[in-house]
């Protein structure tokens, strides 16, 4: 819908969706439907893929073996300290097993005390992936290390979409 048409260009990319309702809501939907709801389970598994697919497609680029990654944002959307089915943690589980090292941050979430510090993140990381746009993340320096970024959220050379 965006592509080559400029008045959308403002419009937000898509980007990882999660929390309780998702799921919840599929279900109820699903229920209703007396189980015949193919679309919300195919949107559930699309959804649960991305993750998988976004680290294949790091990993087609760099070697994470080799890498340590920093997740910045653990919540499951922008603003917010809610970590509810966030993909945050799939991430973090999925790449714990494939990079150096992974490394989390988020401004908002203060019960998950593995979370450190941005700065800290950024310092001792090799690659960043943006999990939740924060809008502190836009202002943020990443000192020129490559960002995934499927939100579109931040603008820079350093940026991977």
């Given at each position: ?14 980007g990882?969706?999660a929390?309780?309702?998702l ?15 193919s ?123």
């Amino acid at each position: 819908m965006k592509h080559e048409y400029p008045r959308l260009k403002a419009m937000p990319r898509p980007g990882f969706a999660a929390g309780p309702c998702l799921v919840k809501d599929t279900m109820q939907l699903s229920a209703f439907a007396r189980n015949q709801f193919s679309l919300g389970h195919a949107a559930l598994l699309i959804n649960e893929g991305l993750v998988l697919h976004v680290v294949d497609d790091i990993k087609r680029q760099y070697d994470l073996a080799k890498l340590t990654v920093g997740l910045l944002g653990m919540a499951f959307k922008a603003e917010s300290d809610d970590i509810r089915a966030s993909l945050s943690y799939k991430f973090k589980k999925v790449l714990s097993g494939q990079a150096r090292a992974v490394l989390t941050t988020d401004p908002f979430v203060t019960t998950d005390p593995e979370l450190r510090p941005l700065d800290e993140v950024i310092s001792r990381s090799d690659l960043l992936i943006l999990c939740a746009p924060h809008a502190v993340y836009r202002q943020t320096d990443v000192k020129g290390k490559p960002v995934f970024d499927v939100w579109g959220h931040l603008d820079g050379a350093s940026v991977i979409r």
